[in-house]
């Protein structure tokens, strides 16, 4: 089975901002600097001689985390030009196969770390860092049901 895709600069962006929220630490780090900003401004309003400038600065690297990763984003999409090409995504029972305007790149399923599902992706990741983002919009249930019987055969980890 195979499908056609081209992830757009506002796709990639998405993604990249899908795969950092996705790590136990980015979500524990967020929740930290959250809670330090709550307890900042509540302090702020009930006592009088509090300042709110304890406030700034977990909203100051909240914002600039966010900031960060979407300028991070559209300067990877830019210089890489890889990343606009309309791919085919060939998906065999002993290996993926990716094929774009300027390479060709094929991973046998006992090379993928594992495959995640999450509501705009499926993600197969190469290793625990690295992941290869196919939007769902391109992807129906008839292949994602073929490649989870795949991907079981071959014992690979997924929550499809």
């Known amino acids: 089975m195979y499908i056609k895709s081209t992830i757009t600069e506002t796709d990639f962006v998405n993604a990249t901002f899908a795969l950092l929220y996705s790590k136990t630490s980015t979500k524990v780090l967020i929740g930290i600097l959250l809670l330090f900003l709550v307890l900042s401004i509540v302090t702020a309003v009930l006592l009088p001689e509090a300042s709110w400038s304890q406030a700034i600065v977990p909203l100051a690297v909240l914002t600039g985390l966010f900031l960060i990763t979407f300028f991070g984003a559209k ?3 830019a210089l890489n030009k890889r ?7 060939h998906f065999d029972n002993d290996y993926l ?3 774009g305007q300027s390479f060709n790149f094929e991973l046998s399923w006992n090379k993928v770390y594992k495959v995640t599902k999450t509501k705009n992706w499926i993600l197969i990741w190469q290793n625990n860092q690295i992941a290869t983002p196919i939007p769902r919009r391109d992807i129906d249930e008839e292949l994602i049901t073929h490649l989870r019987g795949t991907l079981n055969g071959h014992k690979v980890k997924n929550n499809l």
């Open 75 to 77: 300067r990877n999409f």
């Open 83 to 89: 990343m606009g090409e309309a791919i085919e995504y």
């Open 97 to 99: 196969l990716m094929k």
